[in-house]
């Protein structure tokens, strides 16, 4: 599980606050957040929004999908793909292009093909839980 402070969209004092809850990692996040009323619970507790909570849930799912890591995260950034719902939105064409692209401005190599559509699966089961 990544670590909480890989997540983008949450400032460093919200992650200091999350961390003071216990919640060190994205796994964590998701799994404290899991229900409408967790995630409100958890929003009262660290002074947030729930649709914060909400936003920080997406990204870390896709922080979590099989096969991402670091050089992932970049690539993803690169190509303004920040959270599991910019994933589902594309389809596998789409998304394997702006990644081909972002990792080659970023000089580094690409997803494969079979990784990059295990992703899109990924991100359309999760997108219909």
């Not at 995260?73 to 594309?90: E, K, N, V």
């Not at 394997?96 to 690409?110: F, G, H, S, Y």
């Amino acid at each position: 599980m990544p670590p909480i402070d890989q997540l983008q969209r949450v400032p460093e004092l919200l992650l200091e606050r999350l961390e003071r809850q216990g919640i060190f990692t994205t796994g964590l996040l998701l799994e404290v957040s899991e229900t409408p009323t967790r995630r409100q619970y958890l929003s009262d507790q660290i002074g947030v929004t729930t649709n914060d909570i909400n936003d920080w849930r997406d990204e870390a799912l896709l922080l979590n999908l099989a096969s991402f890591g670091q050089t992932e995260q970049l690539i993803f950034t690169q190509a303004r793909i920040i959270g599991l719902s910019d994933l589902a939105h594309l389809d596998a064409d789409a998304l394997r292009a702006k990644l081909q692209r972002a990792a080659r401005d970023l000089a580094v190599e690409p997803p494969s093909d079979i990784t990059i559509d295990g992703w899109a699966e990924q991100a359309r089961t999760l997108e219909e839980e």
